[in-house]
């Protein structure tokens, strides 16, 4: 009789600690995954502009990569020193025209991950879009063993120039 009642107040108190646990875990990341909600809300509005830049339809396209931006500052109130989200801000800021801006971000990315491959093709474009073609090529660089789409769009980048 007192090995059961040992056994439940066992369980019990196991239990109780389980869901004490995995209820702290939660409140504790609820304000990263609002976050991490904003960052897959941007990547949505990103795809969803592109496919409007190459119908040409370039004023819509610049809305919805303003308003994706929007959505990656508020993800990268929380997370700083994510190079994905230091990437997004970067592209969005230099599709509406914040070079200066968009190029701080990149290289913010860059210090955290210098491998980067999103970050070092994008860099690269804005390089070759201010004309220092150089420093682009010096993305290029960084780009050559990855095999990756972003070494051949960024050499086609530069080729053209």
Do not use: W
Request: charged share 35%; aromatic share 10%; net charge positive.
């Amino acid at each position: 009789m007192y090995k059961k009642i040992l056994i439940i107040l066992i369980a019990v108190f196991i239990f109780s600690q389980y869901l004490g646990v995995s209820h702290g875990a939660s409140s504790d990341s609820s304000s990263s995954d609002i976050y991490a909600d904003k960052y897959k809300e941007g990547k949505k509005i990103v795809l969803r502009a592109k496919k409007l830049e190459e119908k040409n339809k370039l004023e819509k396209a610049n809305k919805l990569y303003s308003k994706a931006l929007i959505k990656f500052k508020d993800a990268y109130k929380t997370d700083r020193k994510n190079p994905d989200i230091l990437n997004y801000l970067g592209f969005t800021l230099r599709k509406t025209g914040k070079l200066k801006e968009a190029e701080k971000y990149y290289l913010a990315g860059l210090k955290i991950k210098p491998d980067h491959n999103g970050i070092n093709e994008y860099l690269g474009e804005l390089y070759v879009n201010t004309n220092r073609m150089d420093l682009a090529k010096e993305r290029l660089a960084v780009l050559k063993n990855c095999n990756c789409e972003e070494y051949s769009e960024l050499k086609e980048i530069i080729e053209k120039k």
